[in-house]
């Protein structure tokens, strides 16, 4: 069916007037706040994106039956549950995320798909300490195979100390994959550019200055530095389809996308929306649908030395 036009935004969808968090831990409690509204609708508006990027994931991490996996930012489950099939029951996974709405999620994606040997649990990844949740405990130093972070690690307010725990926590020959992106579709920018002046600053896509997610030069020598070996990058696209313009609209705000729209003044959201629906049109197929190509990068790195030793183990 060809969608006609952009309809308005449920009242749900409402600007937030919140002061722009200044720590690590304001910014993580935004992060939690904001995911905890995505997650009714993450991943279910019609758009195959996150789990077709989380089964890819699984693919580049080599995930062997009888893994002991942990997944950073584990979401509604889209790479949890490949890496629970990956695993099998002589394995485990746990996921960890800091929204409890994304937790509820990640674990009903799990019971309805009989992976019992697999949890998700409320915490920061960055840490990776929590008290037993439904007897669920921390995992020791060396016990992992495989640390993943799907479109997650970048969020991270320290990403280097966290590759660095990951790597205490990973047994000799363990990897660490991730997967965040590349090039957005450059056919987009003028929907990006049109949006731009309403905003507040607060968007899903800012990166800091020193961010390893700059570049992949800037990514891997940070693996290196916390004592990775073996790093390899490989870019893929991620092509992701829209029915038209609604269903992109409901897709923002289903994901971190929506940062950007809760901050845009109610007074300016109108203004804002014309001015992106005006670019959407202009980027619609002939059969209305609109199609957005971005680069997807996944990096898998092997724990094999000691942080700091050089020695090899
Ligand atoms: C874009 S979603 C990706 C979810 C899932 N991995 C996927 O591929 O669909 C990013 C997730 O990271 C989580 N997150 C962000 N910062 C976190 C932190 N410090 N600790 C744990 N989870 C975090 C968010 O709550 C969110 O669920």
Redesign the pocket.
């Known amino acids: 069916m060809t969608e006609t036009a952009a309809s308005p935004p449920p009242a749900t969808r409402s600007a937030r007037t919140v002061a722009r968090p200044a720590t690590a831990d304001e910014r ?1 409690a935004a ?2 706040g ?3 509204r ?2 009714p609708t ?2 279910r508006v019609g758009v195959n ?3 077709d ?2 089964q890819r ?1 699984i693919g580049h991490a080599d995930v062997l039956p009888g893994d002991r996996i942990l ?10 549950v490949p890496a629970a099939r990956a695993t099998g029951t002589t394995g485990s996974a746990v ?5 409890a709405g ?1 937790v509820a999620r990640s674990r009903a994606a799990l019971r309805e798909a009989g992976l019992t040997h697999a949890h998700a649990v409320v ?4 840490t990776i300490d929590w008290d037993a949740q439904g007897g669920v405990h921390p995992p020791a130093d060396g016990t992992l195979d495989v640390v993943c ?4 690690l970048f ?3 320290h990403p280097r100390q ?1 590759v660095s725990r990951y790597r205490e926590l990973l047994g000799p020959g363990g990897r660490l994959a991730v ?1 965040w992106w590349g090039r957005p579709d450059p056919r987009w920018d003028p929907v990006f550019a049109a949006s731009a002046p309403y905003g507040r600053g607060g968007s ?1 896509h800012a990166l800091p200055e020193d961010s390893p997610f700059r570049s992949v030069a800037a990514l891997h020598a940070m693996l290196e530095e916390a004592g990775y070996a073996s790093v390899e990058t490989v870019e893929e696209p991620c092509v992701t389809r829209f029915r038209g313009p609604h269903q992109w609209w409901d897709w923002v705000w289903s ?2 996308g929506r940062m950007f729209w809760e901050g845009v003044p109610a007074e300016s959201r109108e203004r804002a929306e014309a001015a992106v629906n005006a670019e959407l049109d202009r980027l619609r197929a002939p059969d209305g649908s609109l199609t957005s190509t971005s680069a997807v990068r996944f990096t898998v790195a092997r724990a094999q030395r000691s942080p700091g030793s050089g020695a090899m183990r």
């Open positions: 993580k992060l939690a904001l995911f905890d995505s997650a993450y991943e994106h996150f789990a990027l989380g994931l997944d950073i930012g584990c979401g509604t489950g889209a790479v949890l996921g960890v995320d800091l929204s994304m915490a920061d990844a960055e972070a799907g479109i997650s969020f991270l307010p966290a997967s899903s994901t971190a």
